[in-house]
């Protein structure tokens, strides 16, 4: 590696917005905010997500007219 070029590399604080979690991890910048952490994110945390089950087009479309799909 090229001398002199290469930002400083030190231990900084990471704090999350969300849950206030503090970390600490080797970074180039300094005492970084993050909005979600691992500690309150829902795909770490376990917690299930809403999923759409509206269907697709087509059954939209016979909900809305009242078709049954024989026809």
Not at 21 to 42: I, M, W
Request: hydrophobic content about 25%; aromatic content about 8%; some cysteine.
């Amino acid at each position: 590696m090229k001398q002199g070029i290469h930002p400083e590399y030190t231990v900084t604080t990471i704090t999350c917005a969300s849950c206030g979690a503090t970390f600490e991890a080797g970074s180039t910048g300094q005492d970084l905010r993050v909005d979600v952490c691992s500690n309150c994110h829902p795909f770490y945390t376990g917690v299930r997500q809403r999923v759409g089950t509206s269907g697709g087009r087509v059954e939209r479309f016979r909900r809305k007219y009242g078709m049954d799909g024989d026809e």
